[in-house]
């Protein structure tokens, strides 16, 4: 499926982003065979800037075993290799192929093992510049019923951006967001309510995430409030979630409901004091993408999305929320009746229609 990708121009974006320099040590995982093409461009490009790469393979079908057999009070653990790693870098990239979305465990042996990854996740953010790199595959495609050549394509297409400009532009919408005291998310399922006054809004543009193409901030912890539904299917950490709704009281779940998956969900609600949080909220402005995926790496950058992150929030953003968990959810204003996006009053998503302020911030081309 990768054929014809041009993994030198790509992999040259993705160092740009973390700033690869000489001297650099750079840590490198991969999570699948499939993503090999990639990692060999990265590496490459690491050494022509003089930086010093080292591979880990974290490939995640070894989880299966991890979940078969290891205590839970191991599985809860930072793996060792990958913690160490993100103490010795400077720089970390993660390629993470998308695999077969389904894993067969206990939803609370999942949970455990999220949490162990969750630290690995925290160290990356504090100690290292990091990039993590979605790569589409044809099992992927396969499994969630997608077209393989339309996901590519879309994906393939959504580096094309002039990246410091899309910045400028996307920062400018931040700006004016800073300024805002409230956000609305709303449909015909509920309204959600998160307070932003005080806090900093961030454009992602070509630094930390593949696919890129976002801003983001981070809500008043303890002042969200209403109800947000998520129609259909995702997957994270290899389970399914299907029509997940949320329920917000000061800031904390207080109920969560879902058809599949409830189990893990709570369980994930459970993993400690900062799970039930939002700790990020986020809009997609990637105009190159446009199919949902059921892959929450790549689904929050689509324009006319808007996401938010249970969990840990981004210190750059103001956020104060600690937790090993950071999960997005993805709501898709676009097929939702009636979804909208307000911050005091002004739409930047009304009907399902992306308005005027968030097409001005929008980046990568929109394909026909």
């Not at 750079?26 to 003089?50: I, K, N, P, Q, Y």
């Not at 892959?295 to 992150?309: N, P, W």
């Not at 993805?330 to 308005?355: E, N």
């Amino acid at each position: 499926m990768s054929q014809g990708i041009d993994w030198r121009r790509i992999t040259a974006l993705v160092a740009d982003g973390v700033r690869v320099a000489s001297g650099d040590k750079v840590s490198v995982f991969f999570t699948d065979a499939s993503a090999l093409a990639a990692v060999a461009a990265f590496v490459d490009e690491c050494w022509r800037r003089g930086a010093v790469p080292q591979v880990v393979a974290t490939d995640e079908r070894f989880d299966e075993s991890a979940l078969r057999w290891a205590d839970a009070t191991v599985l809860e653990q930072a793996p060792p290799l990958e913690a160490a790693a993100m103490r010795w870098c400077d720089v970390h990239v993660s390629f993470r192929a998308m695999t077969s979305p389904v894993v067969d465990a206990e939803p609370t042996r999942i949970a455990a093992l999220r949490h162990g990854r969750g630290i690995v996740s925290t160290l990356r953010w504090q100690e290292t510049r990091w990039a993590l790199v979605r790569t589409p595959t044809p099992e992927w495609a396969q499994a969630t019923g997608q077209d393989a050549d339309r996901l590519l394509a879309e994906w393939a297409a959504s580096f094309d951006a002039d990246w410091p400009e899309a910045e400028a532009r996307m920062s400018a919408l931040c700006a004016q967001l800073d300024q805002a005291r409230t956000v609305v998310i709303e449909d015909s399922w509920g309204r959600l309510e998160l307070p932003v006054a005080g806090r900093r809004w961030v454009a992602f543009s070509g630094s930390a995430n593949w696919p890129d193409g976002e801003i983001a901030t981070a809500p008043l912890e303890r002042s969200v409030s209403g109800v947000i539904h998520f129609p259909g299917r995702f997957w994270f950490a290899g389970v399914e979630v299907c029509d997940l709704e949320l329920e917000f009281e000061a800031g904390l779940v207080v109920r969560e409901r879902a058809t599949e998956g409830l189990e893990f969900v709570r369980n994930l609600l459970d993993t400690d004091a900062g799970a039930r949080r939002v700790g990020e909220l986020g809009i997609g402005t990637n105009a190159a993408l446009t199919t949902m995926t059921g892959d929450l790496l790549i689904d929050e950058k689509v324009l006319g999305t808007v996401h938010i992150a249970l969990g840990r929030a981004y210190p750059q953003c103001g956020g104060v929320n600690k937790s090993a968990l950071h999960w997005d959810i993805v709501k898709d204003l676009r097929a939702a009746p009636g979804g909208s996006l307000s911050a005091d009053g002004t739409w930047l998503i009304r009907d399902g229609a992306v308005q005027p302020p968030l097409v001005d911030a929008a980046v990568a081309r929109r394909q026909n």
